[in-house]
């Protein structure tokens, strides 16, 4: 059951250059497309630990990873902290969810409080066995910038989630918001919030 879980960590990616011109590991122009796209990063302020070690009993591990591969740019445009990026993984034995959680402030009697959150999870489950879950609830089928989505809700948590085809099988936006504290109703946004974040993903193959 996907559940909130904080818990700040980091993770960097070097690219080892030589230092002698003659030599042609030198020339990123020699690299594969792949290994060029990954080693450019999107500007990322905070950095967190590396996601946590997958059993992968299945034979399936989640390796797009969001706290490191979207940028600041698409959740500030969003109105959440880039600043507050912290790791919330989900680990079990034959599927995981692996991405970051930021918060949503606002100015509550004088005070900057967390008046919600956006959560962004690579997982190794499909869409289909998301559609099978007993515990969603206000399922419905979508598209998001005409990718297949699936819209959904946690029986004991009200906030939204659209789940789309990603990396490693299913890629999860997810949004909250207190209703005690913000007049601002996340799952009032979560298709917006999904648009944006998909226009980052990469396509599906």
């Known amino acids: 059951m996907i559940r909130r879980l904080g818990a700040a960590t980091v993770v960097a990616a070097t690219l080892t250059i030589t230092a002698c ?15 060029q796209q ?7 302020a905070v950095t967190v ?23 600041d740019d698409v959740v500030t445009a969003l109105g959440f ?7 919330a993984d989900f680990v079990f034995d034959h599927y995981s969810f692996i991405g970051c959680e930021f918060d949503r402030m ?14 962004l ?29 699936f819209g959904h809700r946690l ?6 989630n659209i789940a789309m085809p990603g990396p490693d099988g299913v890629f999860v936006v997810k949004v909250s918001s207190s209703a005690a504290l913000t007049k601002w109703v ?16 990469p396509p599906v193959k």
């Open 81 to 87: 902290d880039a600043a507050s990026r912290h790791r």
């Open 106 to 119: 606002e100015d509550v009697r004088g005070q900057q409080l967390r008046v919600g959150s956006l959560t």
């Open 155 to 160: 029986e004991d948590d009200p906030a939204c």
């Open 21 to 35: 011109t003659g030599d042609k590991s030198s020339d990123t122009s020699n690299l594969e497309p792949s290994s």
């Open 186 to 201: 996340a799952c009032e946004h979560i298709e917006e919030a999904a648009q944006a974040v998909e226009a980052v993903l």
């Open 38 to 44: 990954q080693s450019a990063r999107p500007p990322i």
């Open 121 to 149: 999870w690579s997982s190794t489950l499909s869409l289909d066995e998301l559609r099978e879950r007993p515990d969603f609830l206000a399922k419905r089928e979508l598209t998001v910038n005409g990718r297949e989505a």
């Open 49 to 71: 630990g590396p996601a946590p070690a997958q059993p992968g009993k299945s034979g399936r591990v989640a390796g797009y990873d969001s706290c490191t591969q979207i940028g």
